[in-house]
């Protein structure tokens, strides 16, 4: 079992940065690939990003490449999101989820822990 607190979320101008974070309770965090996804008022969730649970494979949406990078410090249990470059469609309630599939995915449904979620917003 694991939970999820996000946090970091806030209001920035277009073009600024921001960086989430999402801290697991529990043990074994390590054996987790996570992941970051988002959800924009009316429209469905959407994969942001994903990490491998070394951190060594990682994976992004083509909208956020190059802006978006994701990371994971296992020893405070804690993934990251750093957002560069904010734009306006940016603006979502991003999620952290964390799945023990053993394998890289965007998919949603195959992740077995969810977070509450932080709003995240950029004015244009």
């Known amino acids: 079992q694991v939970q999820l607190v996000e946090s970091g979320g806030g209001l920035v101008q277009a073009g600024g940065s921001l960086r989430l974070s999402c801290a697991a309770s529990?043990?074994?965090?390590?054996?987790?690939?996570m992941g970051w996804f988002r959800q924009a008022p009316g429209k469905e969730r959407e994969f942001v990003a994903t990490?491998?649970?070394?951190?060594?494979?990682?994976r992004y949406t083509d909208s956020v490449k190059g802006r978006f990078t994701i990371s994971r410090d296992n020893a405070k249990n804690t993934v990251y999101l750093q957002m560069n470059s904010l734009e306006h469609e940016d603006t979502a309630v991003y999620y952290c989820a964390a799945s023990d599939r053993g394998v890289l995915t965007t998919i949603a449904e195959r992740y077995d822990y969810w977070g509450q979620g932080t709003q995240v917003t950029v004015s244009s």
């Open positions: 990490i491998t649970w070394s951190g060594g494979g990682t």
């Open positions: 529990g043990r074994s965090f390590s054996k987790y690939f």
